[in-house]
């Protein structure tokens, strides 16, 4: 089923991972446009009190929407250890980032993908991410943030990009996120954090043609969000530009339930004037879905943040990324009544200046 005016971001299909989704599928040599991805959204707490959070990817992207073609690892980690009070308020928190200026982009086939066998694995530098489904791990270091985690997955995988059975010789686009439970010890600056929580891992090729992402991540941007308990997990991805913009999915009780179009939405309900970007930016939302099982709804509020620069041919956009926390419910459909606190994580990515072609 497809949602959406553009088919290659708002699809709603879900199937199990495999390890041969984990692969190269496609080589950069082969377009003249490429864009391909790995990576993990960690997000737990540690004994003490502490909330983290890891953004972890690596990129394989060629083509004229890149501008310079280049290996791309990326780290963003934030850790805070806030009162419930204090996280009903944004901060001013130190984070880490380092990979997506342009200096930071590393030569092309400087990631490294081993297949065959029992495993796949995607190395760039001394970062890791070893893939045996239903398992992962990331391991290693990178910008400075020593990595050591488990990862396992807790649903299918939610296909927004389509199937890679159904990518083409001549390009084309396929991709999931999936979530799971995290575990393991994140050390920067000589502080070991050791972690429980949850996570999301992406998987994305485009080839042939990259989409412009200055395009549909414009007008008041685009809310990638993650929310996570034992209770049950959700993601949705809205954008400002385009009708029929929003895509989804709910997984509880050991299914997944896709949800499109008109059945959800995000609500940007409170705004922040950061500091330091001196850019108004949200930092509490309202999210529903509704869904054949029952209809999620939350109250978001984000309570840290890093920020960087993505730019792309035609424009730059600024990325956040939040540490949040929610009050979530799902509403079952014999009125049943699922209350739930939860972690999440949240982007929001606008473009702030797109050039005319």
Not at 211 to 224: A, I
Not at 268 to 290: A, F, G, H
Request: overall charge negative; glycine content about 12%.
């Amino acid at each position: 089923m497809v949602s959406g005016e553009d088919p290659g971001i708002y699809q709603s299909v879900t199937l199990p991972v495999k390890l041969e989704h984990e692969g190269t599928h496609q080589t950069d040599e082969a377009y003249s446009e490429f864009f391909n991805d790995m990576g993990f959204v960690i997000r737990g707490r540690t004994d003490e009190g502490h909330d983290v959070h890891l953004w972890s990817f690596m990129y394989q992207q060629r083509g004229a929407e890149i501008i310079v073609d280049g290996d791309v690892s990326q780290s963003l980690f934030i850790a805070t250890k806030y009162s419930d009070e204090e996280k009903l308020t944004m901060h001013d928190s130190p984070y880490v980032n380092k990979g997506q200026n342009i200096e930071d982009y590393a030569k092309p086939g400087t990631i490294k993908i081993a297949e065959g066998g029992p495993e796949t694995t995607w190395t760039h530098t001394d970062r890791k991410y070893i893939c045996t489904p239903p398992n992962w791990r990331v391991e290693g270091e990178h910008a400075g943030v020593h990595a050591d985690i488990k990862y396992t997955e807790s649903s299918k995988g939610f296909f927004h990009l389509g199937p890679f059975e159904g990518l083409k010789k001549e390009g084309g686009v396929a991709g999931y996120v999936m979530h799971g439970k995290a575990e393991g010890t994140l050390t920067v600056k000589g502080k070991a954090y050791k972690f429980k929580g949850y996570g999301v891992h992406e998987r994305i090729i485009q080839s042939g043609i990259v989409p412009d992402r200055t395009h549909y991540m414009g007008g008041r941007g685009l809310n990638w969000m993650h929310g996570w308990s034992e209770d049950f997990s959700w993601y949705c991805f809205k954008g400002d530009v385009g009708e029929k913009n929003f895509t989804g999915v709910i997984n509880i009780k050991g299914e997944s339930f896709p949800v499109q179009g008109a059945n959800g939405g995000i609500e940007e309900t409170l705004y922040w004037l950061d500091p330091k970007s001196k850019l108004q930016i949200p930092y509490r939302w309202k999210v529903w879905m509704e869904t054949e099982k029952g209809r999620l709804e939350s109250t978001v509020y984000g309570y840290a943040r890093g920020y960087y620069t993505w730019i792309r041919k035609h424009g730059t956009m600024v990325v956040n990324q939040y540490q949040a926390d929610s009050e979530s419910k799902f509403i079952l459909k014999d009125g049943t009544v699922i209350e739930s606190k939860q972690i999440n994580m949240i982007e929001h990515m606008r473009t702030m200046y797109r050039q005319p072609e």
